[in-house]
């Protein structure tokens, strides 16, 4: 009887959604997801622990100061030199990479991607289920990341968060979730471009490597071409670090550094290029949650929009490929 009322429930189910719970458990089972929530773990307490330490010694006076649990991710201490929001921004990227660069040439080298799409099964619900599966363990991950360095700064500083604060961390996880996206659609049309797993994880890592150490010289030399300096000219060094800024937004990694920032510090205000004069007149204040939200609206936009893209040509190629023979 029970077998029968689930039945139709049962062949209801998208193909799609049965290929994402198959890959979602095996995630959630192998070393792979193990290690890497370690890793994101524990780098993500060092950074919070060193963080809380000297908030609590250096400045006590300011414990109970609105604000002060967001200052946890966004102060970088003097013994690792970076805050936690630097960490994530540079580490996460290896998460989407992980579960992305072996998704559809792994099934191809195994010799299961045949059999696989011969089944009663569209092979768009393939790729289509091993993204969302993807994504879910990523999701899943940073949720984690974000529980346990919360509880750790509440029982380090004693500051229990507010609502305020509270859903300026929601955000914050959303942001980074859409941000590990872009590298696990990125890693995924890797994948699906190149034969062997080994050759799609070194040009995702590549990539990444590219962007994270070299992406700011990359920037500002091409924006020496585009907008050259002129020696005793300021106009042309404002119109040469806005066009840095605006190359620099290419690269997911600066759209998840000043979505991030904005969005755990309610004092910034601008993302852009400021002047001297209107720094003289600005207004210390903070802003509110649906102000933040706003000014980095584009920067949220950006990786959700660039998931969609380069996901979307992992799809058309897959979708060409004779994945038979």
């Not at 619900?125 to 091993?130: A, L, P, S």
């Amino acid at each position: 009887m029970t077998t029968t009322t689930f039945e139709p429930w049962v062949r209801k189910r998208p193909a799609w959604a049965v290929i994402a719970s198959k890959e979602f458990s095996d995630h959630l089972l192998s070393v792979r997801f193990v290690a890497l929530l370690a890793i994101m773990g524990m780098v993500a307490l060092a950074t919070v622990y060193t963080a809380a330490v000297e908030l609590r010694d250096v400045a006590p006076q300011t414990v109970g100061e609105p604000g002060l649990f967001l200052r946890l991710f966004t102060v970088a201490s003097d013994t690792l030199r970076l805050s936690f929001l630097q960490f994530i921004g540079l580490l996460a990227p290896i998460l989407g990479i992980a579960y992305g660069f072996d998704a559809v040439n792994g099934e191809r080298s195994q010799g299961t991607l045949p059999r696989l799409v011969s089944q009663p099964i569209h092979r768009d619900d393939v790729i289509n289920g091993k993204f969302v599966a993807g994504l879910g363990v990523v999701g899943l991950t940073v949720v984690i990341v974000a529980f346990l360095v919360a509880g750790l700064g509440i029982f380090l500083l004693g500051v229990v968060p507010g609502p305020g604060e509270i859903i300026r961390l929601i955000a914050w996880t959303l942001a980074a979730i859409a941000y590990i996206g872009v590298w696990l659609a990125f890693a995924t049309l890797c994948s699906v471009m190149t034969r062997r797993a080994a050759t799609s994880a070194i040009v995702s890592i590549g990539v990444w490597l590219l962007l994270a150490i070299f992406g700011s010289m990359i920037f500002e030399l091409l924006a020496g071409v585009i907008s050259p300096v002129i020696a005793g000219d300021p106009f042309s060094e404002a119109a040469n670090l806005r066009t840095q800024i605006a190359l620099s937004r290419i690269s997911p990694i600066t759209l998840y550094q000043e979505a991030s920032t904005v969005l755990l510090s309610p004092g910034v205000r601008t993302v852009g290029l400021v002047t001297l004069e209107q720094l003289d007149r600005a207004i210390l204040s903070r802003l509110s949650f649906g102000q933040s939200v706003l000014l980095v609206w584009p920067q949220l936009v950006g990786m959700v929009a660039a998931t969609v893209v380069i996901f979307a040509f992992a799809y058309i190629r897959f979708m060409r490929q004779e994945v038979r023979a």
